[in-house]
């Protein structure tokens, strides 16, 4: 059975930076495409970013040289260093595994960055 | 970048109405579309794919249609637990982009 588990959401100040987790089983992290999805409070889903089956990565232009994917192997997990963080980047931040687009979610961890 | 936009971005329905929520592309994207429905606190969850083809497990009265630039999502008989907020997805290109969402809203 697949199944994605977010953490490392919190309260952070503008500017500062977070790490998000996202645990994997039931198929390999390393070996798929997947995505991060993410929604503000009150507002609609938006792509951040994938994670590509090579290594490689693109991002949304929102995000893009503030936020780093990575994998790791060992852990099967999948991981958002997001850095110079913004009001605007307040939301909760889901992970998935993409199939023709995003198909199995995780339960999402939130990110509130406030002073 | 492909925009997506979806109407009404609300409605209100009763239970055993017919529903039909439009997503259009802002290019041609081919068969290259989702449909996703999410309730409030909850992960969203993948209705069809390919446009037209639904995913396994979900009821046959979601039905999803179109190509190119102009797509549809028909519920054929709303239910109760159809009152949710749905939202297109493209996977044609990246960056893939959501519609804005549609509110099903009980009448």
């Known amino acids: 059975e697949v199944q994605l588990v977010e953490s490392g959401g919190g309260l952070v100040q503008p500017g500062g930076s977070l790490r998000l987790s996202c645990a994997a089983s039931g198929f390999t992290v390393s070996s798929t495409y997947m995505s991060w999805v993410r929604q503000a409070p009150g507002k609609g889903l938006e792509w951040v970013s994938v994670?590509?089956?090579?290594?490689?990565?693109y991002y949304a232009d929102s995000v893009k040289g503030r936020f780093t994917v990575s994998r790791d192997s060992s852990k099967n997990t999948l991981y958002l260093q997001m850095n110079s963080l913004r009001p605007e980047d307040t939301a909760v931040y889901y992970c998935?595994?993409?199939?023709?687009?995003?198909?199995?979610w995780g339960q999402g961890t939130l990110v509130t960055v406030s002073s | 970048d492909i925009q997506m936009t979806q109407s009404p971005s609300s409605l209100s329905a009763s239970v055993g109405d017919r529903v039909i929520l439009t997503c259009r592309a802002s290019q041609d994207i081919r068969n290259d579309l989702g449909w996703y429905q999410q309730k409030p606190g909850k992960a969203p969850k993948r209705l069809i794919y390919?446009?037209?083809s639904l995913q396994s497990g979900v009821p046959s009265r979601f039905s999803g249609s179109g190509s190119g630039t102009e797509f549809t999502l028909t519920i054929s008989s709303l239910q109760p637990e159809d009152f949710a907020s749905y939202y297109c997805l493209q996977h044609h290109s990246y960056p893939l982009t959501f519609g804005g969402g549609t509110k099903v809203e009980i009448k």
């Open positions: 998935a595994r993409d199939s023709k687009g995003p198909l199995y």
């Open positions: 390919a446009a037209s």
């Open positions: 994670a590509y089956s090579d290594a490689g990565a």
